[in-house]
T-cell receptor, first 113, second 117 residues
Framework: AQKITQTQPGMFVQEKEAVTLDCTYD???????LFWYKQPSSGEMIFLIY??????QNATEGRYSLNFQKARKSANLVISASQLGDSAMYFC??????????FGKGTKLTVNP | GAGVSQTPSNKVTEKGKYVELRCDPI?????LYWYRQSLGQGPEFLIY????????DSGLPNDRFFAVRPEGSVSTLKIQRTERGDSAVYLC???????????????FGAGSRLTVL
């Protein structure tokens, strides 16, 4: 079974600064994928970034990058140059052999002006 | 459609009543997923369809919950004899690919908020 742990219930960051949201995972599957989703107050889940377990390089998508440390089983999300619109819940998720996407409990990010 | 559409967006019902929640996935997406999100929690997997068949229904909490996708497109999540503990946001997602290969990104709808009084 897969498990995702997000230990930061809430995080605060100043506008224009970078922030790291932590995610650790546990799985016995040799091949897996890691995802980050953003959920604004409107409720819709928005895909941000994906990292495959065999990918050699850390994934990047614009201001989002994923700090993937396989040996530590961590997949932290780094948001650079934070904007007010980044304030939202952020969920880390993973998929192993099954099609289930397993989510963590999320981190609430607040960007201060 | 342009995105995943879920109706109703809000549903208030009384304990013991029957409820149907509808999901219209992105056109051409063969895989469809239902998740439940309780307050302050991450989404919890309920069921996954590949085409018309339920490929994995291991997340359905009990036999009061049932989902169908008769024509491989629109899906309906059905809850019988609702209980107060069923109150949550029910999220639907669809994806173009399946079988766990590559990113297989799920696109989510805005959800149906169910309140059982």
């Amino acid at each position: 079974a897969q498990k995702i742990t997000q230990t930061q219930p809430g995080m605060f960051v100043q506008e224009k600064e970078a922030v790291t949201l932590d995610c650790t995972y546990d799985t016995s599957d040799p091949s897996y994928g890691l995802f980050w989703y953003k959920q604004p107050s409107s409720g819709e889940m928005i895909f941000l970034i994906y990292q495959g377990s065999y990918d050699q390089q850390n994934a990047t998508e614009g201001r989002y990058s994923l700090n993937f440390q396989k040996a530590r089983k961590s997949a932290n999300l780094v948001i650079s140059a934070s904007q007010l619109g980044d304030s939202a819940m952020y969920f880390c998720a993973m998929r192993g052999r099954s099609e289930k996407l397993v989510f963590g409990k999320g981190t609430k990010l607040t960007v201060n002006p | 459609g342009a995105g995943v559409s879920q109706t109703p967006s809000n549903k208030v019902t009384e304990k013991g009543k029957y409820v149907e929640l509808r999901c219209d996935p992105i056109s051409g997406h063969t895989a469809l997923y239902w998740y439940r999100q309780s307050l302050g929690q991450g989404p919890e997997f309920l069921i996954y369809f590949q085409g018309t068949g339920a490929a994995d229904d291991s997340g359905l909490p009990n036999d009061r919950f049932f989902a169908v996708r008769p024509e491989g497109s629109v899906s309906t999540l059905k809850i019988q004899r609702t209980e107060r503990g069923d109150s949550a946001v029910y999220l639907c997602a669809s994806s173009l690919r399946w079988a766990g290969t590559g990113a297989n990104v799920l696109t989510f709808g805005a959800g149906s908020r169910l309140t059982v009084l």
